[in-house]
């Protein structure tokens, strides 16, 4: 018999460069990320915070920690989804960004929603 998941939270995203906020002269490159976080699991969950690791090409990592996002904490009852646009600034055209949401259940169990890692990529850079 399949085990039912009580704390299941999928997050994925899709990221746009922007270039007119860009300074690729200087070494700033930004990025939009669009993140969506469903809750999979049969009990409702609140995104607490946030832990984010931005790494450009050249392995300069950024650490980024603070609670909620954009401002909010939302909770996601099971089936129930959440989305947010967000920025990134890196030094290098190409980069990638991976992390956690801290996530406490509506039965008190407190555990983290892994951020998958993304790509962070001015078109045409990678083929």
Do not use: C
């Not at 704390?7 to 993140?35: C, H, K, M, N, P």
């Not at 996002?69 to 089936?79: A, D, F, K, M, T």
């Not at 600034?89 to 190409?94: C, L």
Request: aromatic content about 8%.
């Amino acid at each position: 018999m399949a085990q039912e998941k009580h704390y299941d939270i999928a997050v994925s995203a899709a990221t746009q460069y922007l270039a007119d906020q860009s300074d690729e002269a200087t070494g700033r490159y930004v990025f939009a990320y669009t993140i969506t976080i469903r809750n999979s699991g049969s009990v409702a969950a609140q995104l607490i915070s946030r832990h984010w690791i931005i790494t450009d090409a050249q392995g300069l990592v950024q650490e980024v920690r603070g609670l909620g996002v954009v401002g909010s904490q939302p909770l996601l009852r099971p089936g129930e989804s959440f989305e947010y646009t967000s920025g990134a600034s890196i030094a290098t055209p190409v980069g990638t960004m991976r992390g956690a949401y801290q996530m406490v259940a509506e039965d008190g169990t407190r555990f983290e929603a892994a951020i998958p890692e993304f790509t962070l990529s001015v078109p045409r850079v990678l083929h």
